[in-house]
């Protein structure tokens, strides 16, 4: 049964491209949204955050940074994935698992988690992914090199997969 994780703190994260919001629950990061006008970063002030999650923003910082540069993220804190179906925690540890510079197909990651008819599904799990960039929905493409869909602006898809080398039609 998927429960909706209760978002005790929304930090900012800055990054060349823009100002990201990460949130996090009790349990991790439980989310990540894209810079965007319409969705202004939130803040607490530092003293008023538990030191917990100051220590994962700390590292959810980093490795945001260093993917939206291309890199490796290095460490991540831990992941608050409660929110999502079975289903989608399992496509979502399938996409963990592809490391940076590298993509694999719907279909691929469908057959990783043993249900290789369920390529449609497994597109509908990567956007609703709740910790985008971390958790790379940007390394999932579609059949044939072809750069298929994503939760955000398409633009950011690109962006990312070029910064990392990975070349899609």
């Known amino acids: 049964m998927k429960t909706v994780p209760r978002n005790l703190v929304s930090l900012s994260v800055s990054t ?4 990201f919001t990460a949130h996090y629950s009790e349990r991790g990061l439980a989310g990540i949204n894209f810079p965007s006008k319409q969705n202004p970063a939130a803040t607490r002030e530092p003293e008023n955050v538990p030191t917990k999650i100051q220590a994962w ?3 959810t910082s980093a490795a945001l940074k260093r993917v939206v540069a291309g890199e490796a993220p290095g460490k991540f804190p831990p992941f608050d994935l409660s929110a999502g179906t079975e289903f989608q925690c399992a496509v979502w540890q399938a996409m963990l698992q592809i490391q ?9 990651i469908a057959q990783a988690i043993g249900k290789p008819k369920a390529v449609r599904a497994v597109g509908g799990a990567c956007g609703a992914n709740p910790i985008p960039v971390l958790v790379p929905c940007h390394r ?3 059949a044939g090199g072809k750069i ?5 602006d398409m633009n950011w898809k690109r962006t990312l997969l070029k910064r990392e080398g990975v070349i899609v039609s």
């Open 140 to 142: 999932v493409i579609a």
């Open 57 to 59: 923003h700390r590292l």
């Open 16 to 19: 060349p491209d823009g100002i």
């Open 100 to 108: 940076s510079g590298q993509a694999k197909s719907y279909g691929e």
């Open 148 to 152: 298929g869909g994503f939760s955000s």
